[in-house]
């Protein structure tokens, strides 16, 4: 099997083409992605999260990620699971989004 450290930042990658269209930046650097993990059969298992459990584009969000990672060979099926635990904040988006964003 591939290398599973490199299949998992190749996904990462991937996920970062995926762009919150409230936000207006990807998922990855807003920390809606708080785990990818990949299984021997090729399975990408996602634990993500949004904003807020009312937001607009869950699935959106959900069905852009497991595509994304879908499209990265040697992932043949994505799992993407969504998770309020931890709540997202502010907090856990990268320096570049929150630069991005005007965040402090």
């Not at 990620?65 to 994505?78: I, P």
Request: aromatic fraction near 6%.
């Amino acid at each position: 099997m591939t290398d599973a450290s490199g299949l998992v930042e190749r996904v990462r990658a991937a996920l970062r083409e995926v762009i919150d269209p409230e936000i207006g930046f990807n998922i990855v650097d807003i920390g809606l992605v708080y785990d990818v993990a990949i299984e021997e059969d090729g399975v990408a298992r996602i634990s993500m999260t949004t904003t807020t459990k009312g937001c607009p584009a869950t699935n959106y969000l959900r069905d852009g990620a497991g595509e994304a990672a879908q499209s990265v060979a040697g992932v043949h099926w994505a799992d993407v699971q969504l998770t309020y635990d931890p709540p997202w904040t502010p907090e856990m988006m990268s320096p570049a989004a929150k630069n991005y964003l005007g965040v402090a």
